[in-house]
């Protein structure tokens, strides 16, 4: 399958699954709110969150179990933690994660997820200038 073709289906997988959950259940789809609502631990597995946050970790499995393509994290235990925490730290301060603002907010036409994800995709154009021209790395 070509790769700009799996990108879109993936897009258009996620949309709907953004839309379907907000449709179904009345509520948003942004990573961070559906782990805080599966946080109380009397009401787990009660919430739709739950299912939906269990579904994003299983699927990359089945997948890897369908396909001939091998998933291979290059990183060290450290770093990944680290970056965890640096995500979880950017989702606090920006009241919400980049899914739930880019995905959930704009299709709202939230302007604070407007500016949310404006910032985000510029922090990162920023950071591949800088690592591609300024540091030479590849």
């Given at each position: 399958?070509?790769?700009?073709?799996t990108?879109?289906?993936?897009?258009?997988?996620?949309?709907?699954?953004?839309?379907?959950?907000?449709?179904?259940?009345?509520?948003?789809?942004?990573?961070?709110?559906?782990?805080?609502?599966?946080?109380?631990?009397?009401?787990?597995?009660?919430?739709?969150?739950?299912?939906?946050?269990?579904?994003?970790?299983?699927?990359?499995?089945a997948?890897?179990?369908?396909?001939?393509?091998?998933?291979?994290?290059?990183?060290?235990?450290?770093?990944?933690?680290i970056?965890?925490?640096?995500?979880?730290?950017?989702?606090?301060?920006?009241?919400?994660?980049?899914?739930?603002?880019?995905?959930?907010?704009?299709?709202?036409?939230?302007?604070?997820?407007?500016?949310?994800?404006?910032?985000?995709?510029?922090?990162?154009?920023?950071?591949?200038?800088?690592?591609?021209?300024?540091?030479?790395?590849?």
């Amino acid at each position: 399958m070509h790769p700009f073709l799996t990108a879109f289906l993936g897009g258009v997988m996620l949309g709907l699954a953004a839309v379907g959950y907000l449709y179904v259940h009345g509520r948003i789809a942004g990573i961070s709110g559906l782990i805080a609502q599966v946080m109380n631990p009397l009401t787990l597995f009660k919430t739709p969150a739950f299912w939906f946050l269990a579904g994003l970790f299983i699927i990359p499995f089945a997948y890897a179990q369908l396909t001939i393509t091998n998933i291979e994290l290059n990183a060290s235990p450290w770093m990944m933690i680290i970056a965890g925490l640096l995500v979880g730290f950017g989702t606090r301060m920006g009241s919400g994660c980049t899914s739930g603002h880019g995905i959930c907010g704009i299709s709202r036409l939230s302007k604070r997820s407007f500016v949310a994800t404006g910032s985000f995709m510029l922090a990162g154009a920023i950071t591949v200038y800088v690592m591609r021209h300024v540091l030479g790395a590849q």
